[in-house]
């Protein structure tokens, strides 16, 4: 489809979706890697993506950001930054016993189903995790217990094979990044087979992930087509494709960049919903909206279905 002449373009209604993008926890991490930079100069080491999305950690990176995937690649001389994903217990034990300056980059609700999980374990009991294997939140909240005291569930199939020492003495938390709709299905299940189970006081999905959904399903049912602008690692951003589709969108796709628009596929479109992932930063929604207005004549409406005030502090070390 190439560029013409504004008096021929095909009028376009793009529903943009609110709230969408960077949430508090992202904004609070990459403040994190910036000012850590600011402070101690160039490298400063990250383990792992500091949050999912390319454009973001090659932006750290140009500043002077090193990431790696372990602690063990390294240099004891300079500061270390560990993901808003979170990580096992192990890893900033071993950072304090090499001596290195590190900075906890973790988002503070991720923070606070470690403590959950942490708190259970304390009281006897065994805990469940629902939640996607490998993703780095998994790892880093199961990390915070010994192994075997924290069981991966990811479906409601697996509620029914896991095998658990006293179904008496259990408790549950969520990865924060998950489907809403599908997590409560898969609690219900914990909770018909396992009735002495006990949940989170308050709900592990994130505030931004589920605010997300809600705008995607107000949006979805009025769209010929809906992109997510997010990372292909992302797991909030992979959710917002599947509830828009189960939401009446049946064509919805993920687009790290305007590069990645399939123009073909979207041939004829009138109403094209827009969304983005908790890690994708405003240039590049905005950039695949230039790219609509290249195309098309385009109209923004805003969608939204909830404000978000959320602040968190950066660790103090970097507040000195």
């Known amino acids: 489809m190439t560029t013409c002449d504004a008096s021929l373009k095909a009028p ?3 529903y943009l979706a609110a709230p969408r993008g960077f949430c508090a926890g992202v904004d609070r991490a990459i403040k994190i890697v910036e000012m850590a930079l600011e402070k101690w100069g160039a490298p400063v080491y990250v383990r792992h993506e500091i949050v999912h999305n390319k454009f973001v950690v090659d932006g750290l990176r140009d500043k002077g950001a090193v990431f790696v995937e372990e602690l063990h690649e390294c240099p004891d001389d300079r500061p270390v930054i560990f993901s808003a994903h979170g990580v096992p217990k192990a890893v900033p ?7 290195m300056v590190y900075v906890d980059a973790t988002c503070p609700l991720v923070s606070k189903v470690h403590i959950e999980a942490s708190r259970h374990a304390e009281q006897g009991l065994q805990m469940i995790m629902i939640g996607h294997a490998g993703h780095p939140e998994t790892i880093g909240t199961m990390g915070q217990l010994p192994e075997g005291e924290v069981l991966l569930v990811e ?9 658990v020492r006293d ?11 998950l489907s809403v709709d599908d997590t409560k299905d898969i609690v219900e299940a914990l909770n018909a087979r396992f009735p002495h189970i006990i949940g989170p006081h308050k709900e592990d999905i994130c505030y931004a992930t589920t605010n997300r959904q809600e705008a995607v399903k107000a949006v979805a049912p009025d769209c010929d087509a809906l992109l997510v602008v997010g990372a292909p690692n992302s797991s909030n951003s992979k959710r917002l494709v599947e509830v828009a589709r189960k939401a009446g969108c049946s064509y919805s796709q993920l687009v790290q960049r305007a590069t990645d628009i399939d123009w073909r596929a979207l041939e004829g479109i009138k109403h094209l919903g827009v969304t983005a992932g908790a890690s994708a930063p405003d240039v590049l929604i905005n950039e695949v909206i230039d790219a609509f207005r290249a195309h098309y004549d385009v109209t923004v409406d805003i ?4 404000q978000e005030n959320v602040e968190f502090k950066v660790p103090r070390v970097l507040r000195k």
Request: charge should be neutral; charged fraction near 25%; avoid cysteine.
């Open 93 to 99: 034990a071993a950072a304090a016993k090499r001596e």
């Open 12 to 14: 376009l209604t793009i």
């Open 155 to 163: 479906t409601v199939a697996d509620v029914a094979k896991v095998e």
């Open 167 to 177: 179904p008496t003495k259990l408790a549950f938390v969520t990865q924060t990044t």
């Open 303 to 306: 969608v939204e279905t909830a």
